[in-house]
């Protein structure tokens, strides 16, 4: 089966984009910028947080080993879909807990997941997540993709990036490429 993809902003992209990383199923993790209206945005540009843009992954799967549920309950447990424009210290709109759909039927999937999610009252929350259709994906300049394997002992890396790849390992062995 062809792989699909589905674009997913929850804070700082270099956290999504290690998790996502290290997941069984994933093909291939992109980061860079969606949802805003300056053309080829920078990160300086983005960060600036006049954009519009959110910093995002573009999560490529391959539906015969991993499903769309799977890659949504790992994304809501590495980040914290009730805090609006926000993670952790990374403040703005940048930071906005969004998922960016490819179809309708990708769409209604990710609405019926996060309408049960917030009937479950798991985060003690409303969910402010973004859901919207993907418009056009900005790639991050080359020194962001791939940046906690390259980076792991920066300091962001060591004190935000790692505690959420242990969070998945942890919580999901099962699902952690062998």
């Not at 947080?49 to 799967?61: L, Q």
Request: proline share 4%.
């Amino acid at each position: 089966m062809e792989s699909q993809s589905i674009t997913l902003g929850g804070g700082c992209f270099w956290c999504l984009e290690a998790v996502f990383q290290r997941m069984a199923g994933v093909v291939g993790v992109e980061s860079g910028y969606m949802g805003g209206h300056v053309g080829n945005p920078t990160y300086k540009q983005v960060c600036s947080g006049n954009t519009g843009h959110a910093e995002v992954v573009r999560v490529s799967f391959d539906p015969s080993a991993v499903s769309l549920s799977e890659i949504l309950e790992v994304f809501f447990a590495i980040h914290d879909p009730t805090t609006l424009n926000r993670q952790g210290n990374d403040v703005g709109t940048q930071y906005r807990s969004a998922i960016y759909t490819n179809s309708p039927e990708q769409e209604a999937g990710v609405r019926a997941f996060v309408d049960a999610l917030a009937a479950s009252d798991r985060f003690g929350g409303r969910i402010v997540t973004e859901i919207a259709p993907a418009g056009v994906f900005h790639k991050a300049e080359d020194y962001h993709q791939d940046y906690f394997n390259n980076n792991a002992y920066q300091p962001y890396c060591q004190y935000v990036v790692a505690p959420k790849v242990e969070k998945f390992l942890t919580k999901f062995p099962g699902r952690a490429r062998a």
